[in-house]
């Protein structure tokens, strides 16, 4: 039976995402501006056992973030809940577990898009820059107006997959943090400080009977349960976690914990400051504002803080929730859960387009249709039937799927996910009290659901979502060899053909890499199925190649967010010895040869060859070799006399210098180099020149020239450099290919490639 080329080749998906990166990542959405609208409408809920409800609340949502952890550690496709719930029940249930997700993220995303308006309008208001006498109903519609400006922004920026600062989240997020915080530790002190009425903390409970307090408790548990779901976002990055199994339920705690704390501090003094009995009996769509009306009583520009902490919060959120509704859109089209064209990636851009912008216009349409109060009910619904479905599928894939591994285990099973199951089944009852819009919304988008379910996806096709990842990577031996080529082109076969001849001569294990970069706003594996195939398959072209010359060859395609941190971690944990690449020259300002190039050459920690291709005639004839004493010469040379033995080709050693002390010493240096060539019987060639510029110089030879091979100097360390202040402008100016040669290793280990 003949095996494939696509076969021989692995395709891994890299983990790059650390503790600190998904802790960012659930803290926004999180900490984010439903803190400071939600507080408000939850004391006019549950009065002063508002406090009470944080507390309750964080125990449901750590049972579901058990199961989270397990399923995202056990099946870390992207989808999350709609892919665990599908693989574990019967069609429609898989279905509307992505159907409600969906929803549940893009109602979240509305949320926070239309408190960027809010946010914005208080801050006009309280600086009297809107109309005074506009009514509470046209700065609505004000606000509304703006949040769908910012909507647009973020969704042209997801659709371009145009990457965010990283360094700019955490920077917003910490801000938002410390916003908060602020708010809390001063309601504190002044409550501390102040002899407040011990009557504004009451009543704790707002009814006179058992049943009512607990009614309300629920009612006031489920309103505010998506100042939780950061969760669920960590529990999406599963696939691109370092060791999920432990770091996700980390996270979960620490996200959690810290949330709910400071939820409980921000409900303790906002009640204190302006009064139960003031907070229920304010209109139904001004409690949103109570937190920032109280803040303007003990903080010093409260309003405009509270506005600037909505805006930022919202910022903060605002990418990745569009980018987590579109994801869910992304993969049910890329299931045929929904029509396909929602699979469709973007032919330049690469980013799921048609997704992103159905999402968009879905959160549009809640955001021209809905008040908050609305939106965080219906939220609330969706995701607790989603996460009842969630962790029916724990129990479910503990028994058909028993032996898939799992990093982490939810524990005390079955009792952990069935007590999950009843805590967010009450919430959803308790809801249908609270806000009968909510409860119609949710069933039109459920009967809407299923009618697309049965007249379209019935018809389609399921499809596997995803393909085993390989992880385990054979270990070499030691002592051998090992040769990493980063294969950039994987139709140009010269940088491969040339590090089958190092290979040869070294007996080395070559490995070919081949990196498929995904844009940060997308998951990992939204790769379109027909190009990694196309990629993996010309892979197995240059493998073949390799293995014809009677190499040693594996070959694989990582998927990643990053080249040069795939690369750079290849480099270190399979022990290379010599890292090739393949340039294809650069001017831009700011880079010596190139951004990727520039890290392989400060950080890889082994011998680097970089190889210009571009130009390289099949069988080169004449070679050029750049001589200087302090140079990497000599292990260049060796590299110049295996290309000229294939090829039958002479080389000429240029030596050019500025001084005659300089020539003389070269001259010595020049005459070892020529006795090599000479000893492997290559036809060599000894040219002096002394010159004003070395650069000139070697330019105007390199005209005469096949190829051009140079050595490394000292200067390659400093920062600014990437072989040497010389090498660099060379490398750049020549028109002919360069082949470029670095030696890093310990003195004890090197060695000459031995030709």
Same mark, same amino acid.
């Given at each position: 039976?003949?095996?494939?080329?696509?076969?021989?080749?692995?395709?891994?998906?890299?983990?790059?995402?650390?503790?600190?990166?998904?802790?960012?990542?659930?803290?926004?959405?999180?900490?984010?501006?439903? +803190? =400071?609208?939600?507080?408000?409408?939850?004391?006019?809920?549950?009065?002063?056992?508002?406090?009470?409800?944080?507390?309750?609340?964080?125990?449901?949502?750590?049972?579901?973030?058990?199961? #989270?952890? /397990? @399923?995202?550690?056990?099946?870390?496709?992207?989808?999350?809940?709609? !892919?665990?719930?599908?693989?574990?029940?019967?069609?429609?249930?898989?279905?509307?577990?992505?159907?409600?997700?969906?929803?549940?993220?893009?109602?979240?995303?509305?949320?926070?898009?239309?408190?960027?308006?809010?946010?914005?309008?208080?801050?006009?208001?309280?600086?009297? @820059?809107?109309?005074?006498?506009?009514?509470?109903?046209?700065?609505?519609?004000?606000?509304?107006?703006? &949040?769908?400006?910012?909507?647009?922004?973020?969704?042209?920026?997801?659709?371009?997959?145009?990457?965010?600062?990283?360094?700019?989240?955490?920077?917003?997020?910490?801000?938002?943090?410390?916003?908060?915080?602020?708010?809390?530790?001063?309601?504190?002190?002044?409550?501390?400080?102040?002899?407040?009425?011990?009557?504004?903390?009451?009543?704790?409970?707002?009814?006179?009977?058992?049943?009512?307090?607990?009614?309300?408790?629920?009612?006031?548990?489920?309103?505010?349960?998506?100042?939780?779901?950061?969760?669920?976002?960590? $529990?999406?990055?599963?696939?691109?976690?370092?060791?999920?199994?432990?770091?996700?339920?980390?996270?979960?705690?620490?996200?959690?914990?810290?949330?709910?704390?400071?939820?409980?501090?921000?409900?303790?003094?906002?009640?204190?400051?302006?009064?139960?009995?003031?907070?229920?009996?304010?209109?139904?769509?001004?409690?949103?504002? +109570?937190?920032?009306?109280?803040?303007?009583?003990?903080?010093?520009?409260?309003? %405009?803080?509270?506005?600037?902490?909505?805006?930022?919060?919202?910022?903060?959120?605002?990418?990745?929730?569009?980018?987590?509704?579109?994801?869910?859109?992304?993969?049910?089209?890329?299931?045929?859960?929904?029509?396909?064209?929602?699979?469709?990636?973007?032919?330049?851009?690469?980013?799921?387009?048609?997704?992103?912008?159905?999402?968009?216009?879905?959160?549009?349409?809640?955001?021209?249709?809905?008040?908050?109060?609305?939106?965080?009910?219906? $939220?609330?619904?969706?995701?607790?039937?989603?996460?009842? !479905?969630?962790?029916?599928?724990?129990?479910?894939?503990?028994?058909?799927?028993?032996?898939?591994?799992?990093?982490?285990?939810?524990?005390?099973v079955p009792v952990t996910p069935v007590a999950a199951i009843i805590g967010n089944g009450?919430?959803?009852?308790?809801?249908?009290?609270?806000?009968?819009?909510?409860? +119609?919304?949710?069933?039109?988008?459920?009967?809407?659901?299923?009618?697309?379910? #049965?007249?379209?996806?019935?018809?389609?096709?399921?499809?596997?979502?995803?393909?085993?990842?390989?992880?385990?990577?054979?270990?070499?031996?030691?002592?051998?060899?090992? +040769?990493?080529?980063?294969?950039?082109?994987?139709?140009?076969? $010269?940088?491969?053909?040339?590090?089958?001849?190092?290979?040869?001569?070294?007996?080395?294990?070559?490995?070919?890499?081949?990196?498929?970069?995904?844009?940060?706003?997308?998951?990992?594996?939204?790769?379109?199925?027909?190009?990694?195939?196309?990629?993996?398959?010309?892979?197995?072209?240059?493998?073949?190649?390799?293995?014809?010359?009677?190499?040693?060859?594996?070959?694989?395609?990582?998927?990643?967010?990053?080249?040069?941190?795939?690369?750079?971690?290849?480099?270190?944990?399979?022990?290379?010895?010599?890292?090739?690449?393949?340039?294809?020259?650069?001017?831009?300002?700011?880079?010596?040869?190139?951004?990727?190039?520039?890290?392989?050459?400060?950080?890889?920690?082994?011998?680097?060859?970089? =190889?210009?291709?571009?130009?390289?005639?099949?069988?080169?004839?004449?070679?050029?070799?750049?001589?200087?004493?302090?140079?990497?010469?000599?292990?260049?040379?060796? #590299?110049?006399?295996?290309?000229?033995?294939?090829?039958? &080709?002479?080389?000429?050693?240029?030596?050019? $210098?500025?001084? %005659?002390?300089?020539?003389?010493?070269?001259?010595? #240096?020049?005459?070892?180099?020529?006795?090599?060539?000479?000893?492997?019987?290559?036809?060599?060639? /000894?040219?002096?020149?002394?010159?004003?510029?070395?650069?000139?110089?070697?330019?105007?030879?390199?005209?005469?020239?096949?190829?051009?091979?140079?050595?490394?100097?000292?200067?390659?360390?400093?920062?600014?450099?990437?072989?040497?202040?010389?090498?660099?402008?060379?490398?750049?100016?020549?028109?002919?290919?360069?082949?470029?040669?670095?030696?890093?290793?310990?003195?004890?280990?090197?060695?000459?490639?031995?030709?």
């Open positions: 039976m003949v095996r494939r080329r696509t076969d021989e080749v692995e395709l891994k998906f890299r983990r790059d995402l650390g503790l600190r990166d998904i802790v960012m990542i659930g803290l926004g959405p999180t900490i984010g501006t439903t +803190i =400071f609208l939600l507080v408000g409408p939850g004391i006019g809920i549950a009065g002063g056992s508002l406090v009470l409800v944080f507390f309750l609340t964080f125990l449901v949502t750590m049972l579901t973030a058990q199961a #989270y952890a /397990e @399923l995202s550690s056990a099946f870390p496709e992207t989808g999350g809940g709609y !892919l665990w719930v599908k693989s574990a029940m019967r069609q429609p249930m898989g279905f509307l577990a992505g159907w409600l997700g969906w929803f549940g993220h893009s109602i979240v995303c509305s949320f926070y898009v239309l408190s960027f308006g809010l946010g914005v309008v208080l801050f006009l208001d309280a600086n009297s @820059l809107v109309i005074t006498f506009w009514s509470s109903a046209d700065r609505l519609w004000l606000a509304k107006a703006l &949040a769908l400006i910012v909507l647009g922004v973020f969704i042209y920026v997801n659709y371009r997959g145009t990457r965010t600062t990283g360094r700019l989240s955490v920077i917003i997020t910490f801000a938002l943090l410390a916003i908060v915080i602020t708010y809390a530790l001063a309601g504190v002190a002044w409550f501390l400080t102040h002899d407040l009425p011990t009557s504004n903390l009451e009543p704790f409970f707002l009814y006179d009977t058992l049943g009512e307090n607990a009614l309300s408790i629920l009612m006031a548990m489920g309103f505010t349960f998506i100042v939780f779901e950061g969760y669920e976002i960590i $529990a999406q990055t599963g696939e691109e976690t370092k060791d999920p199994g432990h770091n996700i339920p980390r996270a979960n705690w620490i996200v959690l914990t810290t949330a709910t704390a400071i939820f409980v501090v921000v409900a303790f003094v906002t009640s204190a400051q302006i009064g139960v009995p003031t907070a229920v009996a304010t209109p139904l769509d001004e409690q949103p504002l +109570i937190v920032a009306l109280v803040a303007s009583r003990f903080l010093p520009f409260g309003l %405009e803080i509270i506005a600037f902490g909505m805006i930022f919060g919202s910022l903060a959120a605002l990418n990745s929730m569009v980018f987590s509704a579109s994801r869910v859109a992304f993969a049910m089209g890329r299931d045929r859960s929904l029509p396909r064209v929602f699979g469709r990636l973007h032919r330049r851009n690469r980013t799921p387009f048609v997704a992103i912008i159905a999402s968009g216009v879905l959160v549009g349409l809640f955001v021209a249709g809905l008040d908050v109060r609305s939106i965080a009910a219906s $939220a609330g619904i969706m995701f607790l039937i989603l996460f009842v !479905l969630v962790n029916a599928a724990v129990l479910i894939l503990r028994r058909t799927m028993p032996n898939t591994p799992r990093t982490y285990r939810v524990p005390a009450v919430l959803v009852v308790a809801l249908l009290f609270l806000e009968s819009s909510a409860v +119609i919304l949710g069933l039109v988008w459920i009967a809407l659901g299923l009618v697309i379910h #049965y007249a379209w996806a019935k018809r389609e096709r399921i499809a596997e979502v995803a393909g085993p990842i390989l992880e385990a990577i054979i270990p070499l031996p030691e002592e051998k060899y090992h +040769i990493l080529v980063a294969v950039e082109n994987t139709s140009d076969t $010269a940088l491969v053909e040339f590090a089958a001849l190092v290979g040869k001569v070294e007996g080395a294990e070559v490995t070919l890499m081949h990196v498929i970069e995904v844009p940060s706003t997308l998951p990992i594996d939204a790769i379109d199925r027909l190009y990694a195939f196309e990629v993996r398959r010309n892979m197995g072209d240059l493998r073949k190649l390799v293995s014809d010359a009677r190499v040693s060859v594996t070959a694989r395609v990582v998927v990643s967010h990053e080249v040069a941190e795939a690369v750079l971690e290849s480099v270190e944990k399979e022990d290379v010895n010599l890292l090739i690449v393949g340039w294809k020259g650069t001017r831009r300002r700011g880079l010596v040869l190139g951004s990727n190039i520039d890290r392989f050459v400060q950080e890889a920690p082994c011998d680097i060859v970089v =190889f210009k291709i571009a130009g390289l005639k099949p069988k080169p004839e004449r070679i050029l070799l750049m001589n200087a004493p302090e140079w990497h010469v000599s292990y260049a040379t060796g #590299y110049a006399i295996l290309l000229a033995k294939k090829h039958r &080709a002479s080389i000429t050693i240029f030596s050019a $210098a500025q001084t %005659e002390m300089e020539l003389n010493q070269e001259k010595a #240096y020049s005459n070892r180099l020529a006795t090599m060539c000479q000893t492997h019987g290559v036809p060599v060639e /000894e040219k002096f020149a002394k010159v004003r510029s070395i650069v000139d110089a070697v330019v105007d030879e390199s005209r005469r020239y096949d190829l051009l091979v140079v050595g490394a100097s000292s200067e390659w360390r400093l920062t600014q450099f990437a072989f040497g202040a010389m090498q660099d402008q060379i490398a750049r100016r020549v028109d002919c290919p360069v082949l470029m040669v670095r030696k890093v290793r310990r003195q004890e280990e090197s060695r000459q490639p031995a030709p």
